[in-house]
């Protein structure tokens, strides 16, 4: 079974930099052919897809958050890091990192709050 667990900080002053973790246990994120990504939802609004990081280290990004961010990887550890940068008030919401299979998000984390606000 795997298993995915974000950590980071709960609140972030604007114009700082988010970064979140995603820890992966019972599976490999160099396992062919999987995604890892994520995935953001804002309060009263629907799931954003942000980006992902693929078996290979390939990365992916949302090109409306393109400029803002980065997704990277430590095998080492089977984990997959997201930077937002220049966060404002509408970078709240939770913040989900997930497995992308051939059928689509098989697994998720629980998700972590992110509030922006001075």
């Known amino acids: 079974q795997v298993q995915l667990q974000e950590s980071g900080p709960g609140l972030v002053k604007p114009s700082q930099t988010l970064s979140l973790t995603c820890a992966v246990s019972?599976?490999?994120?160099?396992?062919?052919?999987?995604?890892w990504t994520w995935i953001r939802q804002p309060p009263g609004k629907g799931l954003e897809w942000m980006g992902a990081?693929?078996?290979?280290?390939?990365?992916y990004y949302s090109p409306s958050l393109k400029s803002r961010t980065s997704i990277s990887r430590d095998t080492s550890k089977n984990k997959f890091t997201l930077e937002l940068n220049s966060v404002t008030p509408e970078d709240t919401g939770v913040y989900y990192c997930?497995?992308?299979?051939?059928?689509?998000?098989?697994?998720w984390g629980q998700g972590l709050q992110v509030t922006v606000s001075s």
């Open positions: 997930a497995r992308t299979g051939t059928e689509g998000y098989d697994y």
């Open positions: 019972g599976g490999s994120i160099t396992t062919n052919y999987y995604h």
């Open positions: 990081i693929d078996y290979s280290g390939s990365t």
